[in-house]
């Protein structure tokens, strides 16, 4: 079916301030960072998986060397501990672990960090597609943790080449969202090595509603904040106002309880990407935050490994994925979805998504520069799940074969999936009359355009002219008046990443317009 989407709807999400934050020495800049641990222990290896087999999520310590842009820095007694679900079926040694700074040393950490994640690239030949996703859901504006990469040595051997992720926690939300008090909860792993049983014996973090009993939901949601007063109403009041109200009352009153915007612009970003391990397909793989400031649930996401349709199931192709799709139950998203207007406002996300970021242009240097910078080690893992070969090729084309997702097939490469994806969106959405300014044939010169930082226009003639900047509903965002010029350098850097329009104006008549995408 091919929706026809007449209005925009310009996405006001908070900007993080461009000073140090914590984590910045490891993810502020793309690199290669090295990890290197020394256990004590002769029998390290057994310990750590003794561990995780036995699910006490017990952390043994090591001493930790790390490098990255700003230097080598040891670290006496960190925990590590192997974390994962799908993942550790990676062959042989090489499991995704995490590090915990202050375990055995009160108050240690790295950069403000508490905590790093390790992901080993199960199932991805590129070992590439959680940092990319990841960059382009922060570059979108939507929560997300940080990521880079860490080549990785456990008692002088050298282990793999891994991805590293930020820990979504009190920092994350400090600098992310600027509020820590409220409730912070983690959906469960519900893992049974592959989709989520439905039903009443489902432990899926769906947000169906199970009753009034906060026990009936603790195999499904982790509090990862406020654990001592261990209160869940907040969240129960948000499961039953999700599934036990009509749809005209959901409608009506979701905007007082949920970031609705910006988590629709997650829920299709999860589309756009076919990233089914989360809440849309499998229902796991996010955070949901109660913000205490503006009394608002925010989503964030959580495990990116498998997108670019990596994770399969009853949707079909990924990469012609219906741009409505959802497993049930999902009320949050398949109720939004149920209704019009928010269906609309759905759809006006998908628009800008795909106009801004998710596109060839956009995508295909992400990737290249991605690729360019990890090459050299993956060749170098001896560990890693697939040959050099595969990583060269699943970048430009598919893999056949190869366990695809949980029933099999082929790898989906990272460039023609875009291609694909975008192709297949487009068919299904037109998004050609989104912009509710007619562009005109600017009379002069604008450019970069994409824009990043500064944004240089001129026009025929010097004159008393307002250079305006609208959303593309018309709404006016900035106004820049001049005096008998005809040019200006107009700085852009802290803009929301998306779609704008930008117009000459004099005596309030655009003399020209037109639009430009802010990354």
């Not at 080598?72 to 062959?91: E, F, I, Q």
């Not at 992720?165 to 600098?175: A, G, K, N």
């Not at 309880?257 to 076919?274: G, I, K, P, Q, T």
């Not at 300014?437 to 226009?457: C, D, K, R």
Request: contains cysteine.
């Amino acid at each position: 079916m091919k929706f026809t989407v007449s209005l925009f709807l310009f996405m006001s999400l908070p900007l993080v301030g461009f000073g140090q934050i914590d984590g910045d020495n490891i993810f502020s800049v793309d690199q290669v960072i090295s990890i290197e641990l020394d256990f004590p222990q002769g029998e390290f290896w057994q310990e750590l998986v003794a561990n995780y087999e036995a699910e006490e999520n017990l952390y043994i310590p090591a001493n930790l060397t790390l490098t990255d842009v700003t230097g080598t820095y040891s670290l006496d007694s960190v925990g590590v501990r192997l974390k994962g679900n799908s993942s550790y079926m990676h062959p042989g040694d090489k499991k995704s672990f995490k590090i915990d700074f202050n375990r055995f040393i009160s108050g240690l950490d790295y950069d403000g960090l508490k905590k790093l994640n390790f992901s080993n690239g199960f199932k991805d030949p590129t070992c590439m597609r959680e940092k990319l996703f990841f960059d382009v859901c922060r570059a979108a504006g939507v929560a997300a943790p940080r990521a880079s990469f860490a080549e990785v040595t456990l008692n002088g051997e050298p282990w793999g080449f891994y991805t590293v992720v930020e820990q979504i926690d009190d920092q994350f939300l400090d600098w992310n969202i600027q509020e820590d008090d409220g409730n912070l909860f983690k959906a469960g792993d519900n893992f049974g090595g592959g989709p989520p049983d439905t039903g009443a014996n489902s432990t899926a973090a769906d947000l169906a509603y199970y009753g009034a009993d906060q026990a009936a939901y603790a195999d499904r949601y982790e509090l990862k904040t406020n654990e001592d007063e261990n209160d869940w109403s907040d969240l129960l009041d948000l499961i039953d106002f999700l599934n036990n109200t009509t749809l005209d009352g959901f409608a009506a009153g979701i905007d007082a309880r949920v970031e609705v915007d910006a988590y629709l612009r997650s829920a299709a970003l999860n589309m756009l990407f076919s990233n089914l391990d989360s809440y849309t397909g499998s229902a796991r793989n996010y955070y949901i935050y109660h913000n205490q400031d503006t009394g608002l649930w925010e989503w964030i996401k959580w495990d990116g490994n498998e997108a670019f349709g990596r994770y399969t199931n009853d949707a079909g192709n990924m990469e012609t994925l219906d741009v409505d799709y959802s497993d049930s139950p999902r009320p949050l998203l398949e109720r939004m979805l149920e209704h019009p207007d928010l269906y609309q406002r759905y759809l006006l996300q998908v628009c800008e998504l795909t106009t801004a970021f998710f596109n060839e242009d956009y995508m295909f240097g992400r990737i290249d520069a991605a690729a360019a910078l990890v090459a050299p080690y993956v060749y170098a893992d001896a560990n890693k799940m697939y040959s050099n070969a595969d990583f060269d090729t699943n970048i430009e084309a598919d893999l056949g074969g190869g366990g695809g997702g949980m029933g099999g097939g082929a790898i989906l490469g990272l460039k023609p999936f875009v291609s694909n994806r975008t192709a297949s969106v487009a068919g299904q959405i037109d998004c050609a009359a989104f912009v509710g300014l007619e562009e005109t044939e600017w009379n002069g010169a604008l450019y970069p355009n994409p824009v990043s930082s500064e944004l240089h226009i001129s026009w025929e003639g010097a004159m008393d002219v307002a250079v305006v900047f609208r959303n593309v509903l018309g709404q006016a965002l900035k106004k820049v008046v001049l005096h008998h010029a005809d040019r200006a350098v107009i700085p852009m850097a802290g803009w929301t990443p998306g779609t704008y329009v930008v117009s000459l104006e004099h005596d309030g008549v655009a003399l020209t317009r037109q639009q430009i995408v802010v990354q």
